[in-house]
């Protein structure tokens, strides 16, 4: 049977060399041999009904690697330390604040800001987007108009309102002189601005030099030389790079990882790299291939396809085709045995083998999209599957011809109305996992089966990309609630996000036991962002300090800190010259406002707080608090 099974190929083959509409340029399989197709499934390891030789050649046996964070002995169980485990704090103090400081001084007259402030920002926005409904200006109103079960925060007394939109003008990612800011990046994100201007701009973008024109048609046709053309990604590139570096120091994957796509949303068609994907919920933006852990669903390495607006002059490890992409993503894991899942998106074998001489593994889903990919036989597998029940696996083992030939699997699985077809360079032909349950409309009954352990792994992997993204564009999207007409502060929000999502499933994996609850992603953002505005990258005594210069002293030095601070627990009284606390056995003991607007009230109407200004240690409410600062 196995013989004739091969006799049917040959003319498969050769049907396909008569048929135009399936491809005008016939399959060729010179470049790969394989065997015969074998139902050797093995179920019961002590089944003697097959042939053990064939179903327990291993082709490679992955590495059992469980995910782990660098430093997990140090690094205590809260939000914010998990948070900075993640985030790449080195770009923020060497290139986002040296930046942002210099636009400051510049183009509003301010004092530079520090990390702290920075991060400070960070969890307002952070905040904002827990209150996806309202205006901004509303976050610093004393009478909001809102019932009172549904009170929003008050950041009169973070921050003033004319420092926030300092900040979020003039926030900046990067100085070099020789890379000037394109027009395109910093146009609105709507689909109408479509003015002469705009075109002119973008025009300019990638024009080498101002040099003159003679009118010939031959010179206007000539492209761009490579050294000539700008690199319009020049911001985002340190970006994403330190979000990778910060990655490899701190995360090590499990032996699984799932490799997909992930989508930044941005309607600017002139935006750079920005691409229509109409399979995505978020179709219009830019795209980054990412790759995930399939244990903890953490993304570890991006890229963003850069596209037609891709530089020139600047080349490519490994190069810039679908091999030298799987290769980038993964050469954190060179040589570590992992398995990497890989959609049809990636199915090329080529590539599948790169990955196998360099110590990894993959699982990688084949579908014709308007061709079947090369030295894929589609067309014969569907006709050797048809009739075939539901659940049957079939596989044919092949290998390419080189002198150092790499092994791989060819598996085929029978569903109701589709043939599903995969191959692997990894594992046995042993079953493993729950039962797989299918619903026969033709006779209205169910079937069970079980997938090979291979399959069974791609099927658990396969999904790690997508529930990160799920998290991230969830009902609290900051890409949403952050409007912005700035395309690298879009991408930004999109680096912040996954660094914030990653925090998230490291803590509920690493820190969440049987005892402790796992933490949903909005009560984690909002934890997080209120660790955020009163971080620990504050100035003096590790406090931040909120600095206001008056009208009248522009010209002086001098500045006024102020910060509302919460007293501690189990404590009376003002705060001592020494810093200490006279003790109370009362836990959250308040103490009546000293501000102006409660000195004009009778001592049983002034207003109790817990919160005092770090400026002269008194205890103010927060009307007399803004009154206090102001």
């Known amino acids: 049977d196995d013989d004739d099974d091969d006799d049917d190929f040959e003319p498969e083959r050769?049907?396909?060399?008569?048929?135009?509409?399936?491809?005008?340029?016939?399959?060729?399989?010179?470049?790969?041999?394989?065997?015969?197709?074998?139902?050797?499934?093995?179920?019961?390891?002590?089944?003697?009904?097959?042939?053990?030789?064939?179903?327990?050649?291993?082709?490679?046996?992955?590495?059992?690697?469980?995910?782990?964070?660098?430093?997990?002995?140090?690094?205590?169980?809260?939000?914010?330390?998990?948070?900075?485990?993640?985030?790449?704090?080195?770009?923020?103090?060497?290139?986002?604040?040296?930046?942002?400081?210099?636009?400051?001084?510049?183009?509003?007259?301010?004092?530079p800001t520090s990390i702290g402030e920075i991060l400070r920002y960070l969890g307002m926005r952070q905040t904002i987007s827990c209150y996806p409904n309202n205006h901004i200006h509303a976050f610093w109103k004393d009478d909001r108009g809102l019932p009172h079960w549904q009170p929003l925060p008050s950041f009169a007394f973070i921050m003033p309102y004319k420092r926030f939109c300092a900040l979020t003008s003039c926030l900046t990612f990067g100085l070099d002189e020789h890379h000037p800011n394109p027009p395109s990046i910093d146009e609105s994100d709507s689909d109408d601005s479509d003015d002469d201007n705009e075109d002119e701009d973008v025009e300019d973008c990638y024009a080498a030099n101002d040099d003159d024109d003679d009118g010939s048609d031959e010179e206007e046709e000539q492209p761009p030389q490579p050294e000539q053309r700008v690199d319009i990604f020049w911001q985002l590139r340190p970006m994403v790079e330190a979000f990778n570096k910060r990655m490899k120091e701190s995360f090590i994957p499990a032996w699984l990882v799932c490799l997909d796509e992930s989508m930044v949303k941005w309607t600017n068609k002139k935006?750079?790299?920005?691409?229509?994907?109409?399979?995505?919920?978020?179709?219009?933006?830019?795209?980054?291939?990412?790759?995930?852990?399939?244990?903890?669903?953490?993304?570890?390495?991006?890229?963003?396809?850069?596209?037609?607006?891709?530089?020139?002059?600047?080349?490519?490890?490994?190069?810039?085709?679908?091999?030298?992409?799987?290769?980038?993503?993964?050469?954190?894991?060179?040589h570590s045995h992992r398995v990497v899942c890989l959609d049809s998106g990636f199915g090329i074998l080529k590539a599948n083998i790169a990955l196998r001489r360099k110590g990894l593994y993959t699982t990688c889903v084949f579908k014709k999209h308007k061709y079947y990919p090369r030295c894929i036989p589609g067309e014969s597998i569907q006709v050797h599957m048809d009739g075939m029940k539901v659940g049957s696996v079939e596989t044919k083992l092949g290998g390419n011809r080189e002198d150092e030939p790499v092994l791989f699997r060819l598996f085929a699985i029978r569903e109701e109305e589709y043939v599903s077809m995969m191959t692997a360079t990894w594992g046995d032909l042993s079953t493993s996992g729950r039962d797989r349950h299918r619903y026969l409309k033709s006779t209205k009954t169910y079937t069970s089966f079980k997938y090979p352990h291979v399959i069974a792994s791609y099927y658990r992997g396969r999904h790690a990309v997508d529930d990160n993204n799920n998290l991230r564009q969830g009902s609290l999207n900051m890409e949403k609630t952050w409007v912005t007409r700035r395309w690298i502060l879009r991408q930004f929000t999109f680096v912040f996000n996954v660094c914030e999502t990653n925090a998230l499933l490291a803590y509920n994996h690493f820190f969440a036991d049987a005892t402790k609850k796992k933490m949903t992603f909005p009560s984690f953002r909002r934890h997080l962002a209120a660790k955020l505005v009163n971080n620990k990258f504050f100035d003096e005594d590790g406090m931040f300090a909120t600095t206001r210069r008056s009208k009248k002293a522009k010209s002086t030095s001098s500045e006024i800190h102020h910060d509302y601070i919460d007293s501690p627990l189990f404590t009376r009284g003002p705060k001592q010259p020494d810093g200490s606390w006279e003790s109370s056995e009362t836990k959250y003991l308040k103490r009546r406002c000293k501000g102006v607007l409660c000195a004009k009230l009778p001592s049983e109407k002034k207003k109790k707080t817990r919160s005092y200004c770090r400026c002269d240690g008194q205890f103010y409410c927060r009307k007399c608090f803004l009154k206090h600062m102001h």
């Open 14 to 111: 050769e049907q396909l060399d008569r048929e135009d509409d399936i491809d005008p340029d016939p399959l060729e399989y010179q470049d790969v041999v394989y065997d015969r197709w074998t139902s050797d499934v093995l179920e019961d390891p002590h089944s003697t009904d097959v042939d053990r030789s064939r179903v327990e050649q291993n082709l490679g046996t992955p590495s059992p690697t469980q995910p782990r964070l660098r430093g997990l002995e140090q690094l205590s169980p809260d939000i914010e330390d998990v948070f900075y485990k993640f985030f790449p704090m080195q770009y923020l103090g060497e290139v986002v604040v040296p930046a942002t400081s210099k636009a400051l001084e510049e183009r509003k007259g301010m004092a």
């Open 271 to 334: 935006a750079p790299g920005n691409m229509y994907v109409k399979r995505k919920p978020t179709p219009h933006g830019n795209e980054y291939h990412t790759i995930a852990c399939a244990h903890t669903h953490i993304i570890f390495r991006m890229e963003c396809v850069e596209g037609k607006d891709a530089p020139l002059h600047i080349q490519k490890k490994h190069g810039s085709d679908t091999t030298g992409l799987l290769l980038r993503l993964c050469e954190t894991i060179f």
